[in-house]
């Protein structure tokens, strides 16, 4: 069974970089059939996706947070991390890694870790 | 404010059938698939339907969703008690480069 775990601190300094790492077990990071996501979810309200990354490095980034978002992986570790730069307080929410499912071209997200709550504050 | 609009809430009594649209555009619900998640109180988001009407194994045939033109549906049919939760559409997005985008979430609460 496949499973994401996200890791990382907790709080973050406004200004600073938030830095998180999914790990994934039950499968391989490198199939091609896949690509790897964030999405975060602020206190009470809804999804936003981040960004997705492939095994080979390829990017997507929303466009919103692009100049903030690096997207990297780690296909030794079957690790991929996020980092965002010059947090807010508008930066404070569950921070969910997620599966992008390719299959046959029916996109979606079908697995995801439990999430780990990053607040900003100093 | 999200691109994809939900009603923000919606009930229902048990063994009712309930509806949850989710309005995009042509850049994204008008050209893409749809994808449902169940979000459960304190849990993270779990997949219900994806492309447009596909249930993932193990998703009770009492959910169904349904796409026509820039809209999209979610229907589930005789409500439980543990279907109580927030309800989120997705589609990817053509517009800029290409980006994923959520629905703002809908609470449905079984009375």
């Known amino acids: 069974q496949l499973q994401l775990q996200e890791s990382g601190p907790g709080l973050v300094k406004p200004s600073e970089t938030l830095s998180l790492t999914c790990t994934v077990s039950g499968g391989s990071i490198s199939s091609s059939s896949y690509y790897w996501g964030w999405i975060r979810q602020p206190p009470g309200k809804g999804l936003e996706w981040i960004g997705s990354i492939y095994y080979s490095g390829s990017t997507y980034y929303n466009p919103s947070l692009k100049s903030r978002v690096t997207i990297s992986v780690d296909t030794s570790k079957n690790q991929f991390s996020l980092k965002l730069s010059s947090v807010t307080a508008a930066d404070t929410a569950v921070y969910y890694c997620a599966r992008l499912n390719l299959l046959w071209l029916q996109i979606h997200f079908d697995y995801w870790g439990q999430g780990t709550l990053v607040t900003v504050s100093s | 404010q999200s691109v994809l609009t939900q009603p923000p809430s919606a009930s229902g009594t048990p063994g009712q059938r309930v509806t949850i649209s989710c309005s995009g555009s042509s850049s994204n619900i008008g050209s893409n698939t749809v994808n449902w998640y169940q979000q459960l109180p304190g849990t993270a988001p779990k997949l219900l339907i994806y492309?447009?009407?596909q249930r993932p194994s193990g998703v009770p045939d009492r959910f169904s969703g349904s796409k026509s033109g820039t809209s999209a549906s979610l229907a589930i049919s005789g409500l439980q008690s543990e279907d109580e939760a927030d309800y989120y559409c997705a589609a990817w997005d053509d517009s800029l480069n290409g980006f994923w985008v959520f629905g703002g979430g809908t609470k449905l609460t079984v009375l």
């Open positions: 492309s447009n009407n």
